[in-house]
């Protein structure tokens, strides 16, 4: 297989996971209308796969997703990419290590964006998957990679692979796009549950230490381990 089949192999690859992982986001009613998007680094290209602007859900698949490269500029699809594109294109620079990105307006997640207000640490589920409290990240217009600048700031140096950009959502990482979208369905669970624990009185804080254990075992304990 030559190299060009391979990275169409590759590309072709990501489109179906990326289209497939937008029924997530409805399924688990983090979207409204067309808002929200999915995208997904090709493995050994400078390029990345992302939902096309405007396009209902229900009309996504693979071969209507778009492939971009590094600086946001369309590569090849028939769609315009999401207007988003720049915000993701930021962080695959940025970021090497990110493989997947999404962002969404979740309603629990978003009014603690619009509180400019951190999700303080208060579960153990959150411990587990954020490592800690669910930072806030700096107000952005949409149109450039002002938001990408702001997710890399504030992600830079953080266990949390969400943030929430006030006045705007959520935007979650991930070694892939389907880690992503569970840090973005995680995101919007810990949100709901900790704003109805406010009703009730305030959160009682997990103390760093055992955030920091739980956070380990989670991570590099729970689930299956594929055999050495």
Same mark, same amino acid.
């Given at each position: 297989?030559? @190299?060009?089949?391979?990275?169409?192999? $590759?590309?072709?690859?990501? $489109?179906?996971?990326?289209?497939?992982?937008?029924?997530?986001?409805?399924?688990?009613?983090?979207?409204?209308?067309?808002?929200?998007?999915?995208?997904?680094?090709?493995?050994?290209?400078?390029?990345?796969?992302?939902? /096309?602007?405007?396009?209902?859900?229900?009309?996504?698949?693979?071969?209507?997703?778009? #492939?971009?490269?590094?600086?946001?500029?369309? *590569?090849?699809?028939?769609?315009?990419?999401?207007?988003?594109?720049?915000?993701?294109?930021?962080?695959? $620079?940025?970021? =090497?290590? *990110?493989?997947?990105?999404?962002?969404?307006?979740?309603?629990?997640?978003?009014?603690?964006?619009?509180?400019?207000?951190?999700?303080?640490? *208060?579960?153990?589920?959150?411990?587990?998957?954020?490592?800690?409290?669910?930072? #806030?990240? /700096?107000?952005?217009?949409?149109?450039?990679?002002?938001?990408?600048? @702001?997710?890399?700031?504030?992600?830079?140096?953080?266990?949390? =692979?969400?943030?929430?950009?006030?006045?705007? @959502?959520?935007?979650?990482?991930?070694?892939?796009?389907?880690?992503?979208?569970?840090?973005?369905?995680?995101?919007?669970?810990?949100?709901?549950?900790?704003?109805?624990?406010?009703?009730? @009185?305030?959160?009682?804080?997990?103390? /760093?230490?055992?955030?920091?254990?739980?956070?380990?075992?989670?991570?590099?304990?729970?689930?299956?381990?594929? /055999? $050495?």
């Amino acid at each position: 297989m030559s @190299g060009s089949d391979l990275e169409a192999g $590759r590309a072709a690859a990501v $489109r179906r996971i990326v289209s497939d992982l937008h029924a997530e986001l409805v399924r688990n009613r983090l979207v409204a209308w067309t808002a929200g998007n999915v995208s997904g680094r090709i493995p050994g290209a400078d390029l990345f796969v992302i939902k /096309p602007s405007g396009v209902s859900y229900d009309e996504l698949t693979p071969e209507t997703m778009v #492939v971009c490269d590094l600086d946001g500029n369309l *590569v090849e699809g028939e769609h315009r990419p999401s207007s988003d594109t720049a915000a993701h294109a930021y962080v695959y $620079r940025a970021m =090497p290590e *990110v493989g997947g990105v999404v962002h969404t307006h979740s309603t629990y997640a978003s009014a603690w964006a619009a509180r400019g207000e951190a999700i303080p640490c *208060v579960l153990t589920a959150m411990a587990d998957e954020f490592g800690g409290e669910i930072p #806030v990240g /700096p107000f952005a217009l949409i149109g450039d990679d002002s938001i990408g600048q @702001g997710i890399v700031a504030t992600l830079s140096g953080h266990r949390s =692979p969400a943030v929430l950009m006030r006045s705007h @959502g959520v935007f979650t990482i991930g070694a892939d796009p389907r880690a992503a979208v569970k840090a973005a369905v995680m995101c919007e669970d810990v949100a709901r549950t900790v704003h109805v624990a406010r009703q009730l @009185g305030e959160p009682l804080p997990i103390a /760093p230490d055992d955030v920091d254990r739980l956070y380990d075992r989670y991570q590099n304990v729970y689930g299956q381990r594929s /055999p $050495r």
